[in-house]
């Protein structure tokens, strides 16, 4: 018998079926708190809360879920009082930075509740909880942020001297190194760099950045390209270059993850290119890793989930995934 993806998953969806009532009984009275990022319904933390949701669904487990409007402030209070709940696990996105988030992880800690990570990385205290199931699922944001540049500069065909519009959050302790990345990689070839950090309301309603993107264009006529480091921004590229007065393809875009959004602009050639860090991943591992940590004592994962360069010659395959806010 040939077996194809599509038998395959069919196989590996009626095999979780079979399952979910011993994955209920096996989760029964364990209770975690997941940190999806943003506010409820962006384009990023809705795919990541549909992976949380199915792991809750295939485990059994009763997860409660906290949004954040990717506002670190916001996140660092919201953690603070998960902990004074005493969940059995927390499953928290790391923009905070390690500074804002390490003593609250070591009160965690101390009343035995488990800490996990997804999106952004701590990495000092994935290594000191390693062993108690502290794990990370997302992309190596200084290396996601270098391999996007490398293939902006090479695609595009940018050269010495040319203008880039890096709109970012560099300011952000352990996020910021992927704005990092892509900007060291275009300093290296030469290209001059415009960086703009996203405030917080851009940040949370990216919408609120047409009029920025839109004056910034009319006073440098001269820009080959522009990166946005934030997937909500991304997927705004087609409008942000439209109030720019831009045809599609006049402007080198470049981003961060994929939704019907973005995968209709790479389609109209209004974003050339995008790193798809599978948002999804990051919502349904965390759970798991949660589940075998609480039932089983397994330690943590770390899984880079930034492997994948959407353009208009692979986006095909993708984009009916993307509208069901999968990938």
């Known amino acids: 018998m040939r077996i194809t993806r599509k038998s395959l998953a069919a196989a590996c969806f009626v095999s979780l079926s079979a399952t979910s009532a011993f994955a209920a009984d096996e989760c029964e009275g364990k209770q ?13 933390a809705s795919v990541v809360y549909n992976g949380a949701v199915m792991a809750a669904e295939h485990t059994g487990c009763d997860v409660q879920y906290v949004w954040s409007d990717w506002n670190s402030e916001k996140m660092v209070r919201q953690f603070s009082e998960a902990v004074a709940r005493r969940p059995d696990g927390i499953a928290v996105m790391g923009h905070p930075g390690e500074s804002a988030l390490g003593p609250l992880i070591e009160q965690a800690r101390e009343v035995g509740i488990i800490v996990t990570t997804q999106n952004v990385d701590l990495p000092t205290y994935e290594a000191k909880y390693v062993a108690e199931g502290f794990g990370y699922v997302g992309s190596k944001n200084y290396t996601s942020g270098r391999n996007l540049a490398s293939g902006m500069v090479q695609g595009c065909g940018l050269e010495a001297g040319d203008k880039v519009f890096v709109w970012g959050m560099q300011s952000m302790e352990q ?68 109030a720019a007065g831009k045809k599609p393809g006049e402007i080198c875009s470049a981003g961060f993850d994929l939704s019907a959004a973005t995968a209709q602009g790479i389609e109209d050639e209004m974003i050339t290119m995008v790193l798809d860090q599978q948002p999804f991943l990051q919502g349904y591992l965390p759970i798991i890793q949660l ?37």
């Not at 975690?32 to 990023?44: A, D, L, Q």
């Not at 996020?175 to 990689?185: F, K, M, N, P």
């Not at 949370?204 to 921004?233: C, E, R, W």
């Not at 943590?300 to 208009?312: C, E, K, L």
Request: charged share 15%; glycine share 12%; aromatic share 10%.
């Open 175 to 242: 996020r910021g190194l992927r704005t990092t990345g892509s900007i060291e990689v275009l300093e290296e070839a030469g290209i001059e760099v415009d960086y703009l950090e996203i405030n917080p309301n851009i940040s949370k309603d990216a919408s609120q950045g047409i009029p920025v993107f839109a004056a910034y264009a009319a006073a440098n006529p001269d820009m080959k390209g522009v990166i946005t480091d934030h997937g909500a921004l991304t997927a705004l590229l087609p409008a942000y270059l439209n």
């Open 32 to 44: 975690f708190v997941f940190f999806p990022g943003g506010p409820e319904g962006g384009t990023f």
């Open 291 to 327: 589940f075998l940590t609480s039932k089983y004592g397994f330690a943590g994962m770390n899984i880079d989930t930034g492997a994948a360069m959407i353009t208009q010659s692979n986006v095909g395959p993708v984009k009916a995934l993307a509208a069901e806010a999968i990938r």
